[in-house]
């Protein structure tokens, strides 16, 4: 596996959450690094140049190499919003979710996509926010 190459940096997440020019965009990132940081009780960070990540956590490589990545975190991206580490429920071969209880919060979250590794929102409008901290919390639980 090839190392990562988005990293952490120094930069300013306010800052960098205050350059997005659609403003409902910007409000919704505001709302969502909040609930975000609620949640994992950890700041916020810039990975790379345009991540927002929360937490941090260790992973190795098989080579052995160790890295470091957020716990969980969102870009703003110009089509929608990219949520990181949400995506933990399994597919099946038919397209539908391994069920053990979770299907009720993807039922509930409202209007979104799913696709490498990522939830994908166009506003935050289009979801209902209490799920989407249920699933922020439970995403964490199966990390930990």
């Known amino acids: 596996m090839a190392e990562l190459k988005t990293k952490l940096t120094k930069a300013n997440v306010e800052k960098f959450l205050k350059t997005i020019k659609d403003e409902q965009k910007r409000k919704d990132c505001f709302v969502i690094a909040e609930i975000m940081e609620r949640a994992t009780k950890s700041k916020p960070e810039m990975w790379g140049a345009s991540i927002v990540g929360f937490g941090r956590r260790k992973y190795t490589y098989a ?3 160790e ?3 957020m716990v969980i ?3 703003p991206r110009k089509q929608n ?4 580490g949400l995506k933990i429920f399994k597919m099946t071969t038919s397209g539908l979710k391994e069920d053990k209880g979770e299907n009720d919060f993807l039922l509930k979250l409202g209007k979104y996509k799913e696709g490498g590794g990522c939830l994908y929102i166009n506003r935050l409008s289009d979801i209902n926010t209490k799920e989407l901290e249920k699933i922020i919390k439970l995403a964490l639980k199966r990390q930990t």
Do not use: C, V
């Not at 919003?81 to 990181?84: D, G, P, R, S, V």
């Open 81 to 84: 919003i990219a949520l990181y």
């Open 63 to 65: 080579n052995g190499k």
């Open 73 to 75: 975190g969102f870009a």
């Open 67 to 69: 890295g470091e990545w």
